[in-house]
């Protein structure tokens, strides 16, 4: 690595935090454009409605302008993301926008000679925009996991959604006051009328490129690739995206959000001057109110993520943007255009509406993000990023068309009856994803249930693979074990758990749809034995698979001895056994701390509870080696691991005393002594 360069694993993935200097540079950078891009846009979309000739159709002229750029420019992007650092073309890009809203200026100049021409000329110049952001978007998010650590790149995809949406409402609004301010008319003076939106546009522009200088030098991707044919590279970078399908999954994912987000941003439009009876800045609220949704969900999504890549979020998104979307029809179906009480008493409704509308679409897009870039290899991230977008902006140009058929084509469609519309088409799309990712939706409600009793702490979560199969091994202290180790990682776990109690009525169905194995000892050799291959064959088909291998809950607080059953998993294939030690947990409700379950008062709320994920090691000779791996995440040794333990079940409950709680633990208050970093989730 030559000096200067951001330090990045042998993988090429990012070391950095949220609070280094390069990440805070490219949120900067991307707050800048995204407020250009808003600024432009409306700019150019309010200015060609005030031309007869393009009023009905400025809309998804705008849209389809600044969108045609992405596909036919996929290709170039991704070639561009990673053959060169993704840090100069960020800055290349930056530096081209200048040059561009130079050229809007002088189109804009054109307006006070022939104000119809000028505007077809500033809409080139929306194509040009368009263009720059193409290249620039593979680049942006391919970024941003060379920069920060792989447990941050949720967090780091919500706070890039946040700056988004935060100056894309702020862009927009300064687009509705900057073209009530500008007079691009021929008997206006032409310098008088480009003083605001030329000073505007080209300031940010500027500022944006000096930000994008502060982002520290990072290492080309691929740099021995050649450039493509564009064809054939779409062609090869849709095929490459469509051959690793989770991520096909997670691209045609963004593309709903945007199709939805580009169908709502244009219906809003509608609503206010059709609907409500609003003026253009009261519309611009609107619309407003909607991207505050979307930034929150966004945070909000990142902070839920809990360090990982949380897919639990995106059937809770669609939820959300069913509920907003359904809200809005029903507070703005029955308003009469003619009746300004009814109109007034409708907007905060609609308003709140479509906040919710936003806040569903931030947990939909975060997670799909972030396991778009997070599960995509380094060297083919950028073809893999360009081909998401390429679909996503596809479907942005079938939301224009979609919207100009339903309004102007011959349907006659209000705005109440396209959220209507998008209400009732989210829901199919719900349901897939909810029979997509079964185990990551029962993840997400078990997540926000076990975050009612406990507050959790994960140090080491990095040690979970990414990829490929592997043993989870893990003391067992309480029923509530399997559902904490569940959300705790990004991935699915298949558990090996006892028949009598996931077969039973209500939970059966349940457990088989989470993949749990079934194993009984009064079944007989053949039946242990045949959950003990099934359980390999998941390994080996590259799966997460956890055995409490202690066979039943403790009931000293101690860790028992190990069966030896769970090494005939692992015994001869190349997967790893992954450590992981439960602590604290003994003394909680749902513990056999005091001879009973459930039946004794908590001792605090939330109940502290710390998971320590320890280094994947590879198969051992003996049970013993995987038992000892446990009690060294635990601070303990296994000459007294089992000592004392009648004393411990007739002890008196101690206050306030992790130590005493559980006499196998030890206090990692401080979070000094765990292996990894502590990542606490409230």
Known sequence: MTAGQTEMDSSGRGTGGLRSRSFLALLVTQGFGSLNDNVFRWFCVLQGMKVEELKTSTISLGLICFTTPYLLLASHSAYVSDRFSKRKTIVACKFAEIVIMAIAVGAMALGGVDEMLGICLVFVAVFLMGAQSAMFGPAKFG???????????????????????????LGMFAGFVVSDMADLSPDAPTLAGLLWPAGVLISIAVLGAVASMAIEPLTPADPARQPPNPFKETVSNLALLYQGRPLFRAALGEAFFWFLASLATSAITLMGEQVLGLGQTATGMLAIALVVG???????????SGGKVELG???????????????????????????????????????????VLGLGAGFFIVPLVAFLQDR????????????????????????????????????GWEAPTIFLAAGLGTIPILVYVLWLLPQASVRMFIWILSRLIYKVKVFG?????????ALIVANHVSYMDGFLLLTSSSRPIRFVAHADRVNRFGIARLTRLMGVIPIRSTDGPKAIVASLREARAAVENGELVCIFPEGQLTHSGHVEQFHRGMMKIVDGINAPI??????????????????????????RWPYPVTIHVGKPRP????????????????GQ?????????????????PHDNTQAESPTATDHADGETGPGNAEEQT
């Not at 069913?322 to 009814?342: E, H, I, K, Q």
Request: net charge negative; glycine share 10%; hydrophobic share 45%.
């Open 376 to 411: 995509s290899e380094r060297k083919t991230r950028g073809r893999i990023l360009a081909a998401a977008n390429f679909i996503s902006f596809s479907m942005m140009i079938v939301s224009a068309i979609v919207f100009y058929v339903v309004t102007e084509g011959g349907l």
């Open 619 to 634: 198969c051992p000779d003996t049970v013993d080696e995987v038992r000892e791996a446990v009690l060294e995440l635990g």
């Open 294 to 304: 979307v930034g929150t969900g966004s945070v909000l999504a990142g902070m839920m």
């Open 637 to 653: 040794s296994p000459e007294t691991s089992t000592n004392d333990a009648e004393i411990v079940d007739t002890q008196e409950e």
């Open 461 to 469: 979560r990095e040690n979970i693979p990414a990829q490929g199969g």
């Open 578 to 603: 992954v450590p992981i030690y439960l602590d604290e947990l003994w003394g909680s409700i749902f513990s056999h701390q005091g001879g009973r379950i459930i039946w004794k008062m908590p001792r």
């Open 143 to 169: 970024a941003i996991p060379e920069i920060v650590r792989s447990e941050k790149i949720s967090e780091a995809n919500g706070m890039m959604q946040m700056v988004t949406t935060a100056a894309s409402a």
């Open 313 to 355: 979020l995106v059937p809770l998104g669609g939820s959300v943007i069913v509920l907003g979307s359904l809200g809005l029809y029903w507070v703005t179906g029955d308003v009469d255009p003619t009746n300004s009480a009814t109109q007034v008493a409708a907007v905060w409704p609609a308003a709140t509406c479509l906040i």
